[in-house]
């Protein structure tokens, strides 16, 4: 399975300024997601970066505010812009890779803290 | 609508014991089921999948799963549980079906008691 690596693996950022995540993978892979942890909680979808088109957001997230870059098959940043507390959480990339759709294979998560 | 639920918040068992984690899951076709495990600061880390064949599946360190189509369950368990056990685990279904992405339930955290 692929592996994954995150930086930074945690930051304390104050209100209003922006974080840029990077997410490296060691193969080539199609499809990459980003995922958002608030705490206690379960994963949500944040975005499906696909190289060379346009993320695909979900519901409740928009680009202003986490837009994503995806310049190769191996590469991925998320950007957290205009930081409020409510940012505060975990946020995970990972890759669909293997014989079943869903198939996951994950970095360790970047923590988040907004002051 | 597609969902994941995961009955039990947290469960505690004593070291040595078996280990049964409830899924329950609602999808149109037939599913691809997965359980990750979250060990406390890290990522989430693949413990076994299913899409068809047997229903009693093995996965890494001692894991199974049942799936049962009559109860739309996947369930997880373990006959003997280790100290290292505790973590947080997540069900989850995948597909294809229209665009359809993987859903996780809401996660169970384990507690082994020595």
Redo the contacts between chains.
Sequence with gaps: ?AV?SQKPSRDICQRGTSLTIQCQVDSQVTMMFWYRQQPG???T?IA?ANQGSEATY?SGFVIDKFPISRPNLTFSTLTVSNMSPEDSSIY?C?VEE????????????T?LTVT | AQSVTQPDIHITVSEGASLELRCNYSYGATPYLFWYVQSPGQGLQLLLKYFSGDTLVQGIKGFEAEFKRSQSSFNLRKPSVHWSDAAEYFCAVGGRTGGFKTIFGAGTRLFVKA
Excluded: D, K, V
């Design positions: 399975s994954i909680q379960s994963l979808l499906t979900e995970l990972s293997g014989t079943l759709p869903g198939e996951q294979y994950f970095g360790p998560g923590r």
